[in-house]
């Protein structure tokens, strides 16, 4: 990823209720409400849930995620839903050398079978291939995550096996992990 696109903040228009903001300081607020409002529900998939505690905590993510430049720079957006915050979606874990990178994401639970995560990553897809100039995009969710797996399944994703455990979970219990990625040639644009 190129360090000098972290200069200005990225708005991608999905569809006509969809929108994509690069994440702001500003935004820690909405997103704590929806963690603590959700709690129970995003905790058995999002290890990070219980140490998100105060909204404290959630504005020490935003700042470290907003603030870091060059290498450790990484897009991550927030998603807004009719002019609401809705979840979160972005990049993590990105090789530039080897053009490489992952997509996480979360929606609040009153949002998902609308399709809302599929349209975004599929943007962020085209994002990363067509500007990022990468070359694979992984796609990683816990053996079980029937709704997070729908995704890579729905956008032509190939999966490529399970990574045994691959996370630690707020229980403290490893879980397998499956992965899935797309190649720049497989991008339907």
Known sequence: MNPELNSTNKIFQVDENIVLRQLLLDDYLDIFSVIDRQREYLAEWLPF???TKEPADTKRFVEET???TGDRFEYVFTIRYKDQFAGLVGFKATDKQNR???LGYWLSRDLQG???VTKCVERLCRFAFDELNMNRIQVRCAVGNVKSRAI???LGFVFEGVERDGELSNKGVFRDIECYSRLKRENRS
């Open 114 to 116: 609308e399709g809302i």
């Open 152 to 154: 890579p399944h729905s």
């Open 100 to 102: 490489r990178t992952e």
């Open 49 to 51: 849930i219980d140490s």
């Open 66 to 68: 907003v603030n870091q």
